[in-house]
């Protein structure tokens, strides 16, 4: 893969910031997160999605600070700019996470829980639990959790956090079968990013499932996880769990597999995941815009 042009380095301050925080990963989680509030609680949880952006934006950037060498091998967009900046960025965000918590548990001291568990995970899934040679090896040196990690932060941030807004008061059947469809949808993402940064990773021993596994395995393990979640929808859709207003999810799952069967032979690059991640935005936000005007959504 081609390294970042120099251009990218002379780009705004805003517009650094938008390739570092990886903008489209806050875009999808926190456009999520609202709509999944609706469908828990029947309104939108507005706090919600604006918790999960920041969260995000937080763990992504350190994620970006802990990742340079393969983000430098990778041609990641923005990664000079984190390199020369590497210790201003940590402060940064370091002063943001803190400050953060105490300001959102006066606010909602229903979500600090949730968020501890979000930003430890986080937190793992970057760095090594203790300095040092003794230290345990951080989340994405470890096969299975390098890839699951990341979807439970999903899960966390688009479904607990406006479920914990809600004060708990949603179906916890309804939860569970969105989970069960979403987990499975998500982890394709994660596995077709590492697609796309496999010559990194494999160079770094990073042990993701197309470096452990091979890029066809790694095929076929995408297409089973777009099977059980689009199956999960509509098993929850015939036992009762999931009404019409859920089922039509499925569409997320055949644009998944449309997108990823078109572009898998060609192999993928930095632009086809930030497209891909947008396009599963931008279906999610077409849900939000049907409800705004008021179209049918089924009985329930």
């Not at 989970?179 to 697609?195: G, K, M, Q």
């Not at 930030?274 to 409800?291: E, H, I, K, N, P």
Request: charged share 15%; proline share 4%; net charge positive.
């Amino acid at each position: 893969m081609p390294a970042a042009s120099p251009a990218a380095t002379e780009e705004s301050p805003l517009a650094i910031l938008f390739h570092i925080s990886r903008f489209h990963i806050i875009c999808i989680a926190s456009v999520t997160s609202l709509t999944f509030g609706w469908l828990l609680t029947g309104r939108y949880v507005f706090l919600a999605p604006l918790v999960c952006a920041l969260d995000w934006f937080l763990v992504n950037l350190m994620n970006r600070i802990a990742d340079l060498v393969e983000d430098r091998i990778n041609g990641v967009t923005g990664t000079a700019f984190v390199d020369r900046h590497a210790r201003a960025l940590t402060v940064a965000s370091t002063v943001l996470l803190v400050g953060s918590f105490p300001a959102l548990h006066l606010l909602a001291p229903a979500l600090t829980i949730p968020r501890v568990a979000f930003q430890l995970i986080g937190l793992a899934y970057n760095y090594k639990v203790l300095p040092g040679r003794s230290g345990l090896t951080r989340f994405k040196e470890t096969y299975f959790l390098k890839n699951t990690s990341s979807t439970v932060l999903f899960i966390l941030s688009t479904l607990v956090y406006p479920a914990a807004l809600a004060g708990w008061n949603v179906s916890l059947t309804r939860a569970l079968w969105l989970a069960a469809f979403f987990f499975p949808l998500e982890l394709t993402y994660e596995i077709i990013y590492d697609l796309r940064d496999v010559a990194g990773d494999r160079q770094e021993k990073v042990p993701t499932f197309p470096v452990v596994h091979g890029e066809r395995a790694s095929r076929r393990i995408v297409e089973a996880l777009l099977v059980a979640s689009g199956t999960a929808v509509v098993a929850g859709y015939l036992v009762g769990g999931l009404r019409f207003r859920e089922l039509v999810l499925v569409g997320g799952v055949i644009q998944q597999a449309i997108y990823f069967e078109k572009k898998f032979a060609s192999g993928f690059v930095q632009a086809d995941c930030v497209f891909l991640t947008y396009l599963g935005a931008a279906q999610v936000a077409s849900y939000d815009v049907w409800v705004a005007l008021g179209l049918p959504l089924g009985a329930g």
